[in-house]
């Protein structure tokens, strides 16, 4: 049986470095060996306003009615996106306000989670002006706020994370480079 491999870019802008990474993976994994699928949600159509608040529904929206299907199916989760202001792009975090709602993606029994998405694993690439060694080490840090606060609130492991710092700085052209190469040596060597 086939891992099943869902890729989501987080970043908005369809010629950002991190689509570039995105591309690079989706292209470079194995699909004699992988079942592949990708959101890549700055070309899909959802709103990210969780309007309500938990209160009350939002209408039927198919991004996100697909985006918990594909959730469901995978085994791993790829995300890519930027650091920005110690966190993700809105376009992302809205995303998870939208699909990763209670009785879907978890519920609340007293103080105990009941995680609802428990055996798939995640795997994070991020870019990040900072160094990356601060994104790590800073009080709830990006990869910890995916790690534990999120997608651990579901029961999805985070088993890697990767991180390109100083990513826009005039001098990380071989940085970039060499980031890069560590997405493709990622998707050639994925298990």
């Not at 100083?166 to 050639?188: C, D, G, H, P, W």
Request: overall charge positive.
């Amino acid at each position: 049986m086939q891992k099943k491999i869902l890729v989501v870019n987080g970043h908005p802008y369809e010629k950002s470095y991190v689509t570039a990474l995105f591309k690079t993976f989706v292209s470079n994994i194995d699909t004699d060996k992988f079942e592949l699928k990708t959101l890549d949600l700055g070309k899909m159509n959802f709103d990210p306003v969780l309007r309500f608040g938990y209160s009350e529904k939002m209408k039927p929206d198919q991004d996100i009615e697909l985006s918990q299907q594909l959730l469901i199916w995978a085994d791993h989760i790829v995300f890519f996106y930027p650091v920005w202001w110690a966190s993700m792009p809105s376009l992302l975090k809205g995303w998870f306000d939208r699909v990763l709602t209670p009785g879907f993606a978890n519920n609340m029994n007293g103080l105990k989670i009941i995680k609802h998405l428990k055996g798939r694993t995640a795997q994070l690439f991020l870019t990040s002006d900072a160094p990356a060694l601060y994104q790590r080490l800073i009080p709830n840090s990006p990869v910890k706020l995916m790690s534990k606060y999120i997608l651990g609130f579901c029961g999805i492991k985070v088993v890697q994370s990767h991180i390109l710092g100083k990513a826009t700085l005039s001098n990380s052209e071989k940085a970039r480079k060499k980031f890069m190469e560590k997405v493709v040596q990622s998707a050639i060597r994925f298990k």
